[in-house]
Nanobody, 119 residues
Framework: QVRLAESGGGSVQTGGSLRLSCVTS?????MAWFRQAPGRERERVGY???????DYANSVRGRFTISRDDAENTLSLQMNSLKPEDTAMYSC????????????????WGQGTQVTVSS
């Protein structure tokens, strides 16, 4: 069982930046960020493997950066040039299997942290 806890959410104006963090109780191969806005399906923002391979949703590519510090068991999401459509509950997820990165489902989830971007 891997426990995850997010922090860093908040409110920001359009064009601003936020950095989310996710502290985990263990080191897993694949770690990812997801988001879900009210009335919309959950979207995978991006993932990072233990080898440092990353992938991002088209909606955030070039604006968001995922990183991990395995020594500190921390996953981060740097969000720049934020837009109102980035408003959502952001959750981190982790899994031990390589194929989960691309295909899911992730076994372990955090509770989420709210990000609100105002225009």
């Amino acid at each position: 069982q891997v426990r995850l806890a997010e922090s860093g959410g908040g409110s920001v104006q359009t064009g601003g930046s936020l950095r989310l963090s996710c502290v985990t109780s263990g080191n897993t191969y694949c770690m990812a960020w997801f988001r879900q806005a009210p009335g919309r399906e959950r979207e995978r923002v991006g993932y990072i493997t233990r080898d440092g391979i990353t992938d991002y949703a088209n909606s955030v590519r070039g604006r968001f950066t995922i990183s991990r510090d395995d020594a500190e068991n921390t996953l981060s999401l740097q969000m720049n040039s934020l837009k109102p459509e980035d408003t959502a509950m952001y959750s981190c997820a982790a899994d031990s299997w390589k194929t989960t990165c691309s295909y899911g489902p992730f076994a372990f989830w955090g509770q989420g942290t709210q990000v609100t971007v105002s225009s």
